[in-house]
């Protein structure tokens, strides 16, 4: 039996920049792609990772808003960042930003990301 999913497109948060969509909707769930700290309406990405971070989650909230869904519905998300270093950084925002959400987490570091960011989020989140 085929899945029937549907793809989430907003403008308030960063096109996605290759062959992929922000997040699909399928049987209940909505899975964002990485998000990067890039602003939206001016192209451009902060250059310190609390400025990135909180960038992803003002990304993340757009996508998350269009699909229906929040971060308190948030089951699991995956943190990939340039520079392990950073860690306490992106959790303290991180902590800031969920709003007392404590879903599944992964964390990794990673050799480069996409427009040589400091880090990137994934989410998987339940939709009305």
Known sequence: MATVHQIVATDKAPPALGPYSQAIIANGFVFCSGSIGMNPSTKQVPEGVADQTNQVFDNLAAILQQAGSSFSKIVKTTVFLQNMDD?????????????????????????RLPMNVLVEIECTATVN
Do not use: D, H, I, S
């Not at 930003?97 to 992964?106: K, N, T, Y």
């Open 87 to 111: 860690f306490a950084t992106v959790n303290k925002v991180y902590q800031e930003r969920m709003g007392g959400a404590l879903p599944a987490r992964a964390c990794v570091e990673v050799a």
